[in-house]
């Protein structure tokens, strides 16, 4: 629980005001990024450039939402999630609008895939990571209701391009997408920093606390706080979290289905145009996958509490995995596509409501935006390498069969992953101190009655990496000897 002092813009005031604006941005987002399989197939239809190159426009658009992921939690510890979020959306305008007057495919990848995707990750992040700093007590809730914005993208983002090429071309449907991505400004603008973010980001508050907080102990050999030496430490200290066992599984895992969700997402409107359905058919498949990942992400949210996080996780990939296996081995009918894309979006729907929270318990708050930005990374990596691997199965053996072969294997590895690091969480958040109990402090009793330093705390059974300090402005007295 957050202190007490700060319980004015956590979990209630301006933070109800933020959840809404994260939610937009995660609608946006969605819309851009959900539809990429629909302007595959107009940008092959006007440019006539082959899948492959095609594939890489977008699957450099796909990947970019997450490969920048280290260099956009640098920027946002630096800065803070509003300022992140302004630049990204701003470039996301620019790049919209600049696509909409390319000549050739090439150009493409300047204007669709680095300058949107680049700012797409800049605006993603940080609006689920300001979440963490105005939630404590309804995090889950909160997270549940932020991404559900992704579902309701999904299911108006094909749609709204296959009616905006129709009306206004393919030009026109950039402009239209860029007209729709300015309204990112206003989201950015409501998610002003708060005490808990100022708190964490050492830039913006000063690391001294008057009220007498629960603090590191000072050390006389300790350098003064430059900003040179502010990011060596921070930077180091990330580095011992994301390296621990079970971040690198975590990371490993979301490598694996990023792998999945982006090849499904990326040709599936292809397969089923392949196999005789018509295009707009095809971006009904995402109404489809997008109105059931929104009830799967609602209920996981309200589920979360009565079921493990990192179960819900496992098994949802498990059954996406059977899913996306099988698939090319079923009737290929559109009735059979729109029930494929449905269990789609139940299993995709909870992973993503839980995925925040799950960093926060492996990584903790105060690195919760860099190891996000790592896992983001990393999703973008499986995002970049899915699509083209997939197009030169797909093209070498004339059917997708060995594609959605290739995605189903990596699914039933990131869910067997997901399996193991059940076994390395560590029960971070049902640890209590007990100051009255000799062995919760080290060394017991030494003092009189003063403030109690960070590194003379001790929970037996608990490693001192994962001994978190969830506040700064607590006052803890050691009894005295007397």
Not at 117 to 131: H, Q
Not at 162 to 190: D, H, P, Q
Not at 339 to 364: D, H, I, N, R
Request: hydrophobic fraction near 50%; proline fraction near 6%.
């Amino acid at each position: 629980m957050f202190p007490r002092d700060r319980a004015r813009d956590v979990d209630r005031g301006w933070a109800w005001l933020v959840m809404p604006a994260a939610i937009l941005a995660q609608i946006i987002i969605a819309v851009l990024l959900y539809s990429l399989g629909v302007i595959q197939i107009v940008l092959l239809d006007t440019f006539d450039e082959g899948l492959v190159k095609t594939s890489w426009v977008l699957s450099i658009t796909s990947c970019l939402l997450s490969l920048p992921g280290p260099f956009i939690g640098f920027l946002t510890n630096m800065t803070s999630c509003r300022t992140t979020m302004m630049l990204g959306s701003l470039l996301i305008f620019m790049g919209c609008t600049s696509s909409a007057f390319v000549t050739r495919l090439d150009h493409l990848y300047v204007t669709l895939s680095l300058m949107t995707g680049m700012g797409a990750s800049m605006v993603y992040t940080p609006c689920l990571v300001v979440i963490g700093f105005y939630f404590d007590k309804y995090l889950s809730v909160s997270i549940a209701l932020v991404v559900t914005g992704g579902g309701i993208g999904m299911v108006a983002g094909a749609p709204l391009i296959g009616f905006f090429e129709n009306v206004f071309g393919w030009r026109g449907m950039f402009m239209m997408l860029a007209g729709i991505s300015a309204n990112l400004i206003l989201s950015a603008m409501i998610c002003r920093p708060n005490s808990v973010e100022r708190s964490h980001w050492g830039n913006r508050a000063d690391d001294s606390d008057p009220s007498g907080a629960l603090k590191e102990k000072p050390s006389l050999d300790d350098p003064p706080s430059a900003p040179g030496s502010r990011w060596k430490k921070t930077i180091k200290t990330s580095l011992k979290v994301v390296l621990s066992v079970p971040m690198l599984l975590f990371c490993s895992s979301i490598f694996l289905w990023s792998i999945t969700i982006s090849l499904v997402n990326l040709y599936l409107p292809s397969y089923v145009v392949f196999n005789g359905a018509t295009m707009t058919q095809s971006a009904l498949l995402f109404t489809v996958m997008g109105v059931c990942n929104i009830v799967s992400r609602l209920l996981a949210g309200f589920t979360v509490a009565f079921v493990d996080k990192f179960v819900l996780y496992s098994a949802s990939f498990a059954v996406m995995a059977v899913l996306v296996t099988g698939f090319p081995f079923i009737p290929p009918t559109f009735t059979m596509s729109m029930a494929f894309a449905g269990l789609m979006g139940l299993c995709t729907g909870g992973p993503y409501v839980v995925l925040t929270s799950m960093t926060k318990e492996l990584a903790g708050l105060a690195h919760l935006a860099t190891a996000f930005g790592i896992e983001m990374m990393v999703s973008g990596t499986g995002s970049l390498i899915g699509p083209p691997v997939a197009a030169l199965l797909a093209e070498s053996s004339g059917s997708y069969l060995c594609s959605f072969l290739f995605a189903g294997i990596s699914c039933a590895c990131s869910a067997v992953l997901g399996f193991v690091l059940i076994k390395f969480k560590h029960p971070r958040d049902v640890a209590e101190l007990d100051i009255n109990n000799p062995e919760c402090v080290s060394p017991p009793h030494s003092r009189p009655s003063s403030v109690l330093y960070a590194s003379q705390l001790s929970i037996p059974g608990v490693p001192s990496p994962y001994l978190e300090i969830r506040s700064r402005t607590v006052q803890l007295q050691v009894p005295s000897a007397d």
